[in-house]
Nanobody, 125 residues
Framework: QVQLVESGGGLVQTGGSLRLSCAPSGRTLSNSAVGWFRQALGKEREFVAAASWGGRTTYADSVKGRFTISRDNAKNTVYLQMNSLKPDDAATYYC???????????????????WGQGTQVTVSS
């Protein structure tokens, strides 16, 4: 069963940084687009960032300039570097993947067919 595993979440103060990792079990991410989404308690899952396997990236306006998505193909891992964290960034963060063409990136949860279990990010004010 293909699965993604997120790690790197935790508790951080406002203004702090965290780096989330997403690694698959049972597959390679080398030909897949990968997205990061987040879901706060009582809210819908929302798009955070995405990266095509061809090198394109895109971000939600709320995180642009603070978050960076990157891929390490040698390690078969995708990262989300989160800087200048705010209390509004607190949520469970999920990575998702879908085999795709080189330039494709999905922006909604329904665009992806493989998900991780999520990692919790808490930001104290």
């Amino acid at each position: 069963q293909v699965q993604l595993v997120e790690s790197g979440g935790g508790l951080v103060q406002t203004g702090g940084s965290l780096r989330l990792s997403c690694a698959p079990s049972g597959r390679t991410l080398s030909n897949s687009a990968v997205g990061w989404f987040r879901q706060a308690l009582g809210k819908e899952r929302e798009f955070v960032a995405a990266a095509s396997w061809g090198g394109r990236t895109t971000y939600a306006d709320s995180v642009k300039g603070r978050f960076t998505i990157s891929r390490d193909n040698a390690k078969n891992t995708v990262y989300l570097q989160m800087n200048s964290l705010k209390p509004d960034d607190a949520a469970t963060y999920y990575c998702a993947a879908r085999a795709s063409s080189s330039g494709w990136m999905g922006l909604t949860p329904s665009d992806y067919n493989t998900w991780g279990q999520g990692t919790q990010v808490t930001v104290s004010s």
